[in-house]
T-cell receptor, first 115, second 114 residues
């Protein structure tokens, strides 16, 4: 069964600090891995998409890594801001065309950035 | 204005009632989706459509129906709502020709069935 597991479930950090969120998956065959940010009560917004051949991808202060051999990904947030407080969802696609019916969603990591 | 608009944003309905959630998009995408999100669970696909009048079941389609009468609109219906359909529902769109088939989500519709 295709699964995406994220850790930790929740995290509290001080503003300005860095943090790393983890994603392990057992989805096969693998097509791409996506990270989304979901503010409370809002829809998820795409941060990064990585294919099999990509090891790292950045979007501002967000850097995602992918190790397709160990089926692990991480999302590193640098110099956190209060606006980074949100849930971060890891999503793995198991088809070459990215058909939505083959997307497996993680349950997310809830990040809270405090003063 | 949002590219993917859902109405209503919040609704409380009684068990057994029919409820429709509507979605419209201005992105010009052919592909549209309905997901539900429950606490402690990842988003799950209910139905999806790749074109007008094209309808495909997702992983949890039982108890739901959809209609795609126009490219920009995709509606989700609960014919006879039950309490375990209480959830946050998201409409989404995508275009496989651009951006690695990024999924664009609406703002969500909170549905409570009492």
């Amino acid at each position: 069964k295709n699964q995406v597991e994220q850790s930790p479930q929740s995290l509290i950090i001080l503003e300005g600090k860095n943090c790393t969120l983890q994603c392990n998956y057992t989805v096969s065959p693998f097509s791409n891995l996506r990270w989304y940010k979901q503010d409370t009560g809002r829809g998820p917004v795409s941060l990064t998409i990585m294919t099999f051949s990509e090891n790292t991808k950045s979007n501002g202060r967000y850097t995602a890594t992918l190790d397709a051999d160990t089926k692990q990904s991480s999302l590193h947030i640098t110099a956190s801001q209060l606006s980074d407080s949100a849930s971060y969802i890891c999503v793995v696609s198991s088809t070459l065309t990215g058909t939505a019916s083959k997307l497996t969603f993680g349950t997310g990591t809830r990040l809270q950035v405090t003063l | 204005d949002a590219d993917v608009t859902q109405t209503p944003r919040n609704r409380i309905t009684k068990t057994g009632k029919r409820i429709m959630l509507e979605c419209s998009q201005t992105k010009g995408h052919d592909r549209m989706y309905w997901y539900r999100q429950d606490p402690g669970l990842g988003l799950r696909l209910i139905y999806y459509s790749f074109d007008v009048k094209d309808i495909n079941k997702g992983e949890i389609s039982d108890g739901y129906s959809v209609s795609r009468q126009a490219q920009a609109k995709f509606s989700l219906s609960l014919e006879s709502a039950i309490p375990n359909q209480t959830a946050l529902y998201f409409c989404a769109t995508s275009d496989p020709r651009t951006g690695g088939n990024t999924i664009y989500f609406g703002e969500g519709s909170w549905l409570t069935v009492v």
